[in-house]
């Protein structure tokens, strides 16, 4: 059976999926208000899926998809009017945070580690952990990166939007839309309005341009997934590359 949760194998079962150079995707999220219209785990539950539906969609590579970081780097949102439901790491907890867990993987054998996050406060941080764990762990071909980042997103994100004009914004017209798609019991769209804490408009969301930002996304993750196992991506002295 494949399988492409790291938490289902047994500790007999990795050395194969290392020994095949399998690429191995850490889901980086938040736990942080987003409206009065979307639950708290908005960032986190949208990277994860798209994790394991890239994952699932790559079945010729071997791959595994790491449990989703599910706090983040949010002071901004701690200092809101209305921060109820955040939980922000340290700057320094997270990144830390964040080496160890690529250390871990990297100690049994994995050498492509890619970082896949879903939140705007931790992006600065995520693309610089790749210096980080080479200079001062001497790990290489650690690659990070934001999906709305992602090679053809910008020309996608301008075609699915009406409001936002391309723009992730925040629990806005595409994050509400990939909420509509993935959790539409936990969505409020009668609530849903640009106020304190949204920035962008979620009025204009709808579960079609969910679909649509979550099919662009998964193809352009796909494409990276497979240049990546492909040697692509590895030049270690770039903090961080232009994809
Ligand atoms: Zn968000």
Known sequence: MRKILWEQLKRTEFKQYADADAVVIIPVGAMEQHGNHLPVNTDT???YTLAKCAADAVDDIPLLVLPPVWAG?????????HPEGTISLGYHTF?????DIAAGVHAHGFRRVMFLNGHGGN???????????????GIPSIY?????????????????????????GHAAEFETSLQLLLQPDLVDMEVAEWDTGVAGNPASASREKGKLMFDATVNSLVGVIRRYHAGEYEDARVWRKTI
Do not use: Q
């Open 45 to 47: 539950n949208c990277i």
């Open 144 to 168: 990070g990166f934001t999906y709305w980042e992602l090679p053809d997103m910008a020309g996608a994100m301008r075609d699915i939007s009406e409001t936002d004009k391309g723009f992730i």
């Open 95 to 99: 990144a830390n945070l964040l080496t």
């Open 73 to 81: 780097y949010s002071p901004h949102h701690m200092s809101m009017e």
């Open 123 to 137: 992006t600065a941080i995520v693309a610089s952990i790749r210096l980080k764990l080479l200079e001062e762990k």
